[in-house]
């Protein structure tokens, strides 16, 4: 098990302290101050990794609220999205408007359920203005 901070910070101490470290001497100021600086270092990376840990919490539940929002306000959850898609295609050959889900839809041939005929499909543009041609000289 690892140590935080804090704990190797004041095994340091303890090792100081178990040799008879002599603070007075000049070397001694120095390591004492350095000791110092590095228990207030540890006690302040402790907070701060406390408060991130507090505010990643509260971010979840943030964004668990915002799921909730979203489906309150759309009456939809994101798997429900993806069920529930079905599109209308109609047979080229019989004219049978069947509903088919968009990984059927996707495959590109498609078999007609009702006279068996296979049929390519093509998947218009989302954007109106993509799917007209622009007259000559136009871009």
């Not at 429900?80 to 968009?102: F, I, R, S």
Request: with cysteine; net charge negative.
């Amino acid at each position: 098990m690892a140590m935080d901070l804090n704990a190797k910070a004041a095994y340091i101490r303890g090792l100081m302290t178990g040799m008879e470290f002599d603070p007075n001497s000049k070397n001694g100021k120095i390591i004492a101050a350095m000791m110092d600086l590095l228990e207030e270092m540890a006690a302040t990376v402790t907070e701060h990794d406390d408060a991130l840990d507090q505010v990643y919490d509260e971010l979840d539940a943030i964004d668990e609220d915002m799921d909730d929002l979203t489906d309150a306000i759309f009456g939809l959850d994101d798997e429900d999205e993806d069920a529930d898609a079905e599109y209308e295609v109609t047979c080229p050959n019989c004219g049978v408007v069947t509903a088919v889900d968009e990984d059927t839809l996707l495959n590109h041939e498609l078999v007609c359920p009702n006279c068996g005929a296979a049929f390519d499909i093509e998947l218009a543009p989302e954007d109106e203005d993509e799917a007209e041609p622009k007259p000559d000289g136009e871009e």
